[in-house]
Protein backbone atom coordinates (compact mmCIF):
# COMPACT_ATOMS: atom_id res chain seq x y z
CA UNK A 1 0.00 0.00 0.00
CA UNK A 2 0.68 3.61 -0.81
CA UNK A 3 0.86 6.74 1.11
CA UNK A 4 -0.03 10.36 0.05
CA UNK A 5 3.50 11.31 0.50
CA UNK A 6 4.80 8.62 -1.35
CA UNK A 7 5.72 9.59 -5.06
CA UNK A 8 4.07 6.71 -6.50
CA UNK A 9 0.97 7.60 -4.68
CA UNK A 10 1.28 11.25 -6.10
CA UNK A 11 2.13 10.02 -9.75
CA UNK A 12 -0.49 7.58 -9.38
CA UNK A 13 -3.11 9.61 -8.43
CA UNK A 14 -2.34 12.25 -11.23
CA UNK A 15 -3.04 9.51 -14.13
CA UNK A 16 -6.26 8.32 -12.60
CA UNK A 17 -7.45 12.12 -12.04
CA UNK A 18 -6.39 12.63 -15.74
CA UNK A 19 -7.72 9.03 -17.34
CA UNK A 20 -11.23 9.45 -15.13
CA UNK A 21 -12.01 12.88 -16.39
CA UNK A 22 -11.99 11.01 -19.99
CA UNK A 23 -14.25 8.52 -19.15
CA UNK A 24 -11.56 5.60 -18.20
CA UNK A 25 -12.38 3.19 -15.55
CA UNK A 26 -9.98 1.59 -13.13
CA UNK A 27 -8.70 -1.95 -13.09
CA UNK A 28 -7.89 -3.98 -9.76
CA UNK A 29 -8.24 -1.82 -6.36
CA UNK A 30 -10.89 0.74 -5.99
CA UNK A 31 -8.08 3.26 -5.33
CA UNK A 32 -4.77 4.09 -7.17
CA UNK A 33 -3.16 4.28 -4.20
CA UNK A 34 -4.09 1.19 -2.98
CA UNK A 35 -1.17 -0.92 -4.71
CA UNK A 36 1.83 -0.35 -6.72
CA UNK A 37 0.64 -0.82 -10.10
CA UNK A 38 3.85 -1.42 -11.61
CA UNK A 39 4.18 -5.20 -9.54
CA UNK A 40 0.50 -5.85 -10.17
CA UNK A 41 -0.47 -7.19 -13.47
CA UNK A 42 -4.41 -6.64 -13.29
CA UNK A 43 -3.85 -3.03 -11.77
CA UNK A 44 -4.50 -0.58 -14.42
CA UNK A 45 -6.86 1.45 -16.16
CA UNK A 46 -9.58 1.13 -19.15
CA UNK A 47 -11.77 3.10 -21.53
CA UNK A 48 -14.99 1.80 -21.32
CA UNK A 49 -16.64 3.25 -24.34
CA UNK A 50 -14.35 0.23 -26.46
CA UNK A 51 -15.94 -1.37 -29.27
CA UNK A 52 -18.82 1.55 -29.00
CA UNK A 53 -19.60 0.44 -25.10
CA UNK A 54 -20.66 -3.25 -26.25
CA UNK A 55 -19.82 -5.90 -23.86
CA UNK A 56 -17.72 -8.60 -24.59
CA UNK A 57 -17.39 -12.07 -23.22
CA UNK A 58 -14.24 -13.16 -22.67
CA UNK A 59 -12.41 -15.85 -24.31
CA UNK A 60 -8.69 -16.09 -23.69
CA UNK A 61 -6.57 -15.03 -26.54
CA UNK A 62 -9.56 -14.33 -28.77
CA UNK A 63 -11.45 -11.39 -26.84
CA UNK A 64 -10.29 -8.25 -28.54
CA UNK A 65 -8.41 -6.30 -25.95
CA UNK A 66 -9.76 -2.27 -25.13
CA UNK A 67 -8.34 0.44 -25.14
CA UNK A 68 -5.86 0.46 -22.05
CA UNK A 69 -3.05 2.18 -19.58
CA UNK A 70 -0.92 0.79 -16.70
CA UNK A 71 2.72 1.13 -15.22
CA UNK A 72 4.90 -1.50 -15.99
CA UNK A 73 8.45 -1.85 -17.12
CA UNK A 74 10.42 -1.00 -19.94
CA UNK A 75 13.15 -3.09 -21.86
CA UNK A 76 15.95 -1.62 -19.38
CA UNK A 77 13.67 -2.84 -16.21
CA UNK A 78 12.67 1.37 -15.78
CA UNK A 79 9.44 2.14 -14.40
CA UNK A 80 7.28 3.34 -17.66
CA UNK A 81 3.93 4.08 -18.23
CA UNK A 82 2.29 2.58 -21.21
CA UNK A 83 -0.88 2.54 -23.74
CA UNK A 84 -2.23 -0.03 -25.47
CA UNK A 85 -4.55 0.54 -28.41
CA UNK A 86 -8.14 -1.63 -28.65
CA UNK A 87 -7.65 -4.66 -31.12
CA UNK A 88 -6.05 -7.88 -31.39
CA UNK A 89 -3.63 -9.32 -29.23
CA UNK A 90 -0.10 -7.89 -30.38
CA UNK A 91 0.96 -9.52 -33.40
CA UNK A 92 -2.58 -10.40 -34.42
CA UNK A 93 -4.22 -9.69 -37.83
CA UNK A 94 -3.70 -6.62 -39.51
CA UNK A 95 -1.40 -3.26 -38.33
CA UNK A 96 -5.10 -1.59 -38.46
CA UNK A 97 -6.17 -3.87 -35.23
CA UNK A 98 -2.86 -4.20 -33.53
CA UNK A 99 -2.70 -3.37 -30.13
CA UNK A 100 1.37 -2.01 -29.97
CA UNK A 101 2.15 -0.60 -26.61
CA UNK A 102 3.82 3.25 -26.56
CA UNK A 103 5.51 3.56 -23.88
CA UNK A 104 5.93 6.85 -21.72
CA UNK A 105 9.30 7.22 -19.92
CA UNK A 106 8.83 8.84 -16.84
CA UNK A 107 9.82 12.31 -16.09
CA UNK A 108 12.87 12.93 -13.75
CA UNK A 109 10.35 13.60 -10.90
CA UNK A 110 8.86 10.28 -11.21
CA UNK A 111 5.76 11.88 -12.83
CA UNK A 112 3.78 10.97 -15.92
CA UNK A 113 4.10 13.99 -18.69
CA UNK A 114 0.41 13.70 -19.82
CA UNK A 115 0.50 15.95 -22.64
CA UNK A 116 1.98 13.25 -25.02
CA UNK A 117 0.00 10.88 -23.57
CA UNK A 118 -3.05 12.98 -24.16
CA UNK A 119 -2.23 13.79 -27.79
CA UNK A 120 -2.12 9.66 -28.04
CA UNK A 121 -5.16 9.14 -26.38
CA UNK A 122 -6.86 12.25 -28.75
CA UNK A 123 -6.46 9.76 -31.90
CA UNK A 124 -6.68 6.50 -30.23
CA UNK A 125 -9.90 7.32 -27.97
CA UNK A 126 -12.26 8.02 -31.07
CA UNK A 127 -10.98 5.06 -33.03
CA UNK A 128 -11.49 2.50 -30.00
CA UNK A 129 -15.20 4.15 -30.03
CA UNK A 130 -15.81 3.22 -33.67
CA UNK A 131 -13.93 -0.57 -33.96
CA UNK A 132 -16.14 -3.45 -34.41
CA UNK A 133 -15.48 -5.98 -32.11
CA UNK A 134 -17.08 -8.90 -34.35
CA UNK A 135 -14.45 -6.99 -37.35
CA UNK A 136 -11.75 -7.93 -34.94
CA UNK A 137 -12.37 -10.93 -34.02
CA UNK A 138 -12.58 -12.17 -38.31
CA UNK A 139 -9.45 -10.38 -38.96
CA UNK A 140 -7.66 -12.77 -35.77
CA UNK A 141 -9.33 -15.62 -37.20
CA UNK A 142 -9.39 -14.51 -40.93
CA UNK A 143 -6.16 -12.85 -41.96
CA UNK A 144 -5.69 -9.51 -42.03
CA UNK A 145 -8.19 -6.85 -43.04
CA UNK A 146 -8.88 -6.10 -46.82
CA UNK A 147 -5.98 -3.30 -48.02
CA UNK A 148 -4.25 -3.67 -44.99
CA UNK A 149 -0.35 -3.02 -44.74
CA UNK A 150 0.39 -6.65 -43.45
Known amino acids: MTTSTDPRFTRQRSVHE ?10 GDSD ?12 GWHYPASFG ?4 NEVSDTTPV ?12 EEVFTIVA ?8 CAEHDTRERFFPLT ?20 ARELDARAVVECLYFG ?6 R
Open 18 to 27: FLTARGWHLD
Open 32 to 43: PGEAWFANDPNA
Open 53 to 56: GERI
Open 66 to 77: PLQGYFTFGEEG
Open 86 to 93: AGNLRGSG
Open 108 to 127: ADGGVDLAPVAALLDTLEPR
Open 144 to 149: PCPGSA
